[in-house]
């Protein structure tokens, strides 16, 4: 038996998504049949002791409190990215100039200049990317796609997408990274897996209009000083999708009480799909062709008929989570990298999620419809 080429890796960034992609790393290759060995060789910090600590919680050989230190060895393949939105530039850069892949977590980049480049950047070398959009990955949202491209709702008329949650409800929770300007705001930090999820099912959105909202105008940083907050709280928008439908999507992070409402609703002649994040394994469907008196939408059950579920479970209704949709999209992009499959969503896909982001924007502002060009 031939032993695979080893496939190492570097990330920056230890918080949520830095665990979420470790994990994924770790697992993908106990799941999935891959092209490489993936070793998880270092990870940087903004301290020697959070970077060690990281180090020992997720099984990486090396830690350091200087990215660059990434960068410069000639052992890391593969950079993952979950530092704070307005470094993913630098970052990215400096890594694709030194011919390695980049996985970088959402959003791409703040500004769509600023994506374009890293974008253009990344093509040139010729190097493989990946966004991390990875409630795409779930099974029921590959099935839902399915469905209406085959034609099982008939013609789509309309479309509703929210995510929302409630971890910037408290007007006294602080100041952080995410209330930068160049942090993006709710519309780009939640609203982007709408509009990513709406493209998904539905195909290119045309035109937006945009509204968009500060509901807490200042909170506190870090160290008590009171600082103005100029991101939204809450976006929205009306959307007019290339195929004719139309919809609107939300991205809100004071919603009281939500922890993960990733929903859909897609409407069409035959028959309509419903779906939430607080029930990912679950994607409920109405037929209009049913009997009377014996209409309503039914329940389908996530399982070993949807792949790839039946990777993680044998048997259907015991349920995938989060950080199996982190493993799949792990998996996916390391076949692209082993020149398998094409990239998933990479950052020419992320770029299109900034444009449509900053078009939105740039409608709220002027109180008017924008088209949304490709890149």
């Known amino acids: 038996m031939h032993s695979k080429s080893k496939l190492r890796v570097g990330m920056v960034g230890t918080g949520f998504m830095g665990k979420a992609h470790a994990f994924g790393f770790s697992a993908a290759q106990k799941v999935f049949d891959l092209p490489f060995e993936i070793i998880l060789e270092m990870v940087a910090d903004v301290t020697v002791e959070a970077a060690q600590r990281a180090a020992r919680a997720y099984g990486f050989n090396q830690f350091t409190a200087n990215w660059r230190d990434i960068i410069e060895s000639r052992e890391i393949d593969v950079v993952s990215i979950t530092a704070p939105n307005a470094l993913h530039k630098e970052i990215a850069l400096a890594a694709i100039a030194a011919g390695k892949h980049v996985y970088c977590e959402k959003p791409l980049a703040p500004l769509v200049a600023d994506a374009l480049e890293m974008t253009e950047a990344a093509e040139a070398a010729g190097v493989k990317t990946q966004v991390g959009f990875n409630y795409l990955c779930n099974p029921m949202m590959q099935l839902a796609r399915a469905m209406i491209a085959e034609g099982e709702l008939g013609e789509i008329r309309s479309y509703r997408g929210i995510h929302a949650e409630d971890y910037m409800a408290d007007a006294a929770s602080p100041y952080t990274f995410r209330h930068d300007p160049a942090g993006g705001g709710a519309l780009a930090d939640l609203g982007s897996h709408a509009l990513a999820t709406a493209e998904f099912l539905l195909g290119p959105i045309g035109d937006v209009l945009g509204d968009c909202h500060t509901v807490i105008g200042e909170r506190s940083d870090a160290s008590g000083t009171k600082r103005r907050v100029e991101v939204d709280d809450v976006g929205r928008a009306f959307l007019r999708f290339e195929n004719g439908a ?130």
């Not at 679950?282 to 399982?303: H, M």
């Not at 076949?335 to 950052?347: H, L, Y």
């Not at 770029?351 to 890149?375: K, Y």
């Open 246 to 375: 139309n919809g609107t999507i939300e991205g809100n992070w004071i919603a009281t009480g939500r922890k993960m409402q990733h929903d859909f609703e897609v409407y069409g002649t035959k028959g309509a799909l419903v779906y939430t994040g607080e029930r990912l394994n679950e994607l409920l469907f109405y037929e209009t062709g049913a009997k009377t008196g014996r209409q309503g939408f039914r329940r389908i059950e996530a399982g070993p008929d949807h792949p790839p579920y039946g990777q993680f479970i044998v048997a259907p209704g015991h349920q995938i989570g989060f950080n199996d949709l982190k493993t799949i999209e792990v998996a996916e992009y390391i076949r692209a990298i082993g020149g398998q499959t094409p990239e998933p969503f990479n950052f020419r896909d992320g770029l299109r999620i900034q444009t449509l982001v900053e078009s939105i924007h740039a409608s709220s502002r002027e109180r008017s419809w924008r088209s949304t060009p490709f890149t």
